[in-house]
């Protein structure tokens, strides 16, 4: 579904990611793991549309998305739950969701919502409170809610587990198993490596912008010496 | 009856303040920048409101004209000197602003001359009685209903429809909304367009009021809707709608017991400084 091939993104005259190359499909789960600063958010934001794009090219199903704006983005399949949540504090959970759905049609905006309520009820209680207002690990399923407005096909994930509590933790684990299960796909940014390797089917290691590991979870879990090197440093 | 009738004094001149000063608060909230050559687009849509009144006989036909062109205007205020300034520090923006509205006030100089435009034929002239021995002018009418009538369209849209949700959401995190597709170059002209609009209507209405446009009427205004917007709590809204109220009422009030004393601008800024003393975040603010 998704394929990027040599990918380098930054800021500026900063390169954050170099010529990364790797591909997802429904329904698989995809972890990035490394230190901070080694590339990870910079990735998934370019990927968005929302970090500068320096060379190399990047396809959803085929079409080639590299020059295109944030809508299209949204429109051929891709939505992001951003690192720290950031959640529009000021407006009511319901408008966070609204804005969720910016680019898709009142219809699917409207079922995207009523879905969002299905899957986190607590969120459906608390419509009309201010989004600042609600705990992390609501805070954390309102982002979460908004990005799945508008139906995407691929979840972008930075820094799901954060400053949330286990609990919490688990309940976003569980939904992320339901997306798998939906034939969602996800690319995850994770710094809790035995959570991301919970969940993921491929591993991709970055180190300051550089791809230094890839294989699959399983392989990645029988490898001490990654396992060790990445609890070092999460 | 004096009661009543200075109140509503107040509530005349507060919606005026309001119309001007929320521009002020659109802009401040989306860019953080200090629009002080907002109250050169309030005289402009005076000097439009005149003219097209004066061309036509039509004091709605004015009022469309002058919030359609002074839009367009704001909008191409903020594209040519804004938009560049936008990543150096905000007092450069600031210094750009106040170098246009002299500029503007020069231009009216130049164009319309220095000594001011009246209505040939003034339209809404007299008044009706409210309760027995109390008036209100048409004009003052005028003023309240369109207020209501305006700020009542602008709640509604900023609360109720997806446009309004995501232009509210740009203000909070201009990133974040893009990231979910909101074209936030949209919202900054829309922003510009609706703010000098409203303050067109308000210079439109000023004229009426006065029956007089001059190339420095926004001199007062332009300091005085600054020092509502730090009243409300910059970058509030509701909070710009009460200051606006609020210094409208009382400016009304301590020109007759007061006024002796001091004149209505030391009094609006003399309540400034006292509220600010006490909560220096505004009287909405949040920080």
């Known amino acids: 579904m998704l394929k990027v091939e040599n990918l380098s993104a930054g800021y500026g005259d900063i390169i954050a990611v170099r010529d990364l190359s790797f591909s997802l499909e429904r329904g698989q789960v995809l972890a990035f793991l490394g230190a901070n600063g080694a590339g990870k958010s910079s990735t998934l934001m370019c990927l968005m549309g929302l970090v500068e794009q320096k060379s190399g090219t990047i396809k959803m199903d085929g079409r080639d998305i590299t020059a295109t704006k944030v809508e299209a983005r949204i429109s051929s399949g891709l939505a992001i739950v951003p690192e720290g949540r950031r959640i529009f504090p000021d407006l009511s959970v319901h408008e966070n969701l609204i804005v969720g759905g910016h680019v898709v049609s009142a219809k699917i905006m409207t079922d995207g919502i009523d879905y969002v309520y299905t899957v986190y009820p607590r969120l459906a209680e608390r419509r ?28 972008i994930v930075d820094e799901l587990s954060l400053g949330l509590m286990p609990k919490v933790v688990d309940e976003c684990y569980a939904v992320l198993q339901t997306l798998k299960q939906n034939n969602i796909g996800v690319l995850l940014v994770e710094q809790n490596t035995e959570r991301a390797l919970s969940v993921a089917d491929k591993i991709r290691v970055l180190e300051a912008g550089n791809l230094t590991w890839s294989g699959s979870a399983t392989d990645a879990k029988n490898n001490n010496s990654l396992r060790q090197s990445l609890m070092g440093i999460s | 009856m004096l009661y009543l009738e200075l109140l509503f004094q107040g509530i005349v001149q507060g919606s005026i303040y309001a119309l001007i000063a929320l521009g002020l608060t659109l802009v401040y909230g989306l860019l953080r920048i200090l629009h002080v050559a907002h109250a050169a687009l309030f005289t402009l849509g005076g000097y439009i409101g005149v003219i097209v009144t004066n061309q036509t006989g039509s004091l709605a036909l004015a009022i469309l004209a002058a919030m359609i062109v002074v839009g367009l205007v704001g909008v191409a205020m903020y594209k040519l000197a804004y938009e560049p300034l936008l990543s ?11 170098a246009l509205f002299i500029a503007a006030e020069e231009l009216f100089r130049i164009i319309f001359g220095p000594y001011g435009l009246s209505y040939e034929n003034p339209p809404l002239q007299g008044g009706f009685e409210i309760i027995s021995g109390f008036f209100l002018k048409y004009g003052e009418a005028l003023v309240i209903i369109l207020s209501i009538l305006i700020l009542s369209v602008l709640g509604w849209v900023s609360g ?24 936030t170059q949209h919202v900054r002209y829309l922003n510009f367009f609706i703010g000098s609009a409203l303050a067109a209507v308000a210079g439109v209405l000023v004229a009426l009021l006065n029956n007089l446009v001059e190339p420095t009427m926004g001199s007062v205004p332009s300091y005085k809707a600054l020092a509502i917007i730090v009243l409300g709590g910059l970058g509030s809204i509701r909070g710009t709608l009460l200051a606006s109220m609020i210094l409208g009422v009382i400016e009304s009030f301590g020109t007759i017991y007061i006024g002796h004393l001091l004149d209505r601008d030391a009094l609006a800024f003399g309540f400034l400084i006292v509220v600010l003393m006490f909560r220096p975040q505004g009287l909405l603010g949040t920080r």
């Not at chain 1, 207002?133 to 809610?145: H, I, K, T």
């Not at chain 2, 007092?91 to 750009?96: D, G, H, K, P, R």
Request: aromatic content about 6%; overall charge positive; cysteine-free.
């Open chain 1, 128 to 155: 009309n409170q201010a989004a600042g207002s609600l705990s992390g690990g609501e805070q954390q399923m309102l982002a979460m809610g908004r990005a799945l407005i508008s139906q995407p096909q691929l979840l």
């Open chain 2, 88 to 98: 150096k520090p905000p007092f450069i923006a600031l210094i750009a602003s106040i």
């Open chain 2, 160 to 183: 109720y429809t997806r446009l309004g949700v995501s232009w509210r959401a740009t203000v909070t995190d201009p990133d974040m909304a893009r990231a979910f597709g909101v074209n």
